[in-house]
């Protein structure tokens, strides 16, 4: 069974603070997308990596694929009250395409 | 970006009743879907996947004959929950996966139907 551990499961920091999410599993990811989701909407995509190794950024955002494609890192920088959300990791499931979820880091930035 | 539809965002009803939820991708074709639920402060749990022109998959613990899935077209699937139950309460969220980057498994999100069962 495929399974992605997060952590943490929640995070409360101040403003202008910086903070690593990681998502990490014993199998083997062909792809890992992270989202982000508000309360009462559905998750928007990020970013999404396909290659061990693979850095991404989005703005104040680094992305992170390992390069055995097992584990994926999010970090913010200088985070903002506008950051707060839950931040979903999930992988490309085995089956059928589906997407295999952390159970999410709800994250709180406070001004 | 890729945009997915999906409707009602709330809905109400009595217990007994059956409530349909529509997912559309609005600028692409899907030929998967997939169904998900969100309890409070919890992740999403897969309940189904919808292939255009067939049977739905549904994962283990889920009752095909009380969550009914039809994926009609490139472009829509529909979630009925029959005769609902308070314990069907619950978030909703429909995702579809762009056909032209399947390789890549992205799936784009519905903004999820908020079902209340009184």
């Known amino acids: 069974t495929q399974l992605l551990e997060q952590s943490p499961q929640f995070l409360s920091i101040q403003e202008g603070e910086n903070l690593t999410v990681y998502c990490n599993s014993s199998?083997?990811?062909?792809?890992l997308q992270w989202y982000r989701q508000e309360p009462g909407e559905g998750p928007v995509l990020l970013v999404t990596?396909?290659?061990?190794?693979e850095v991404k950024k989005l703005k104040r955002l680094t992305f992170q694929f390992g390069d055995a494609r097992k584990d994926s890192s999010l970090h913010i920088t200088a985070a903002q009250p506008g950051d707060t959300g839950l931040y979903l990791c999930?992988?490309?499931?085995?089956?059928?395409?589906?997407?295999?979820f952390g159970k999410g880091t709800k994250l709180s930035v406070k001004p | 970006g890729a945009v997915v539809s999906q409707h009602p965002s709330r809905v109400i009803c009595k217990s007994g009743t059956s409530v349909k939820i529509e997912c559309r991708s609005l600028d692409f074709q899907a030929t998967t879907m997939f169904w998900y639920r969100q309890f409070p402060k919890q992740s999403l749990m897969l309940m189904a996947t919808s292939n255009e022109g067939s049977k739905a998959t549904y994962e283990q613990g889920v009752e095909k004959d009380k969550f009914l899935i039809n994926h009609a077209s490139l472009t829509l699937s529909t979630l009925t929950v029959t005769s609902a139950h308070p314990e069907d309460s619950s978030f909703y969220i429909c995702?579809?996966?762009?056909?032209?980057?399947?390789?890549?498994?992205?799936?784009?999100f519905g903004a999820g139907t908020r079902l209340s069962v009184l």
């Open positions: 990596v396909v290659t061990g190794g």
């Open positions: 199998s083997v990811f062909s792809s």
């Open positions: 999930a992988g490309g499931g085995r089956s059928q395409g589906n997407l295999i």
């Open positions: 995702s579809a996966r762009d056909r032209l980057h399947r390789a890549k498994n992205i799936q784009y």
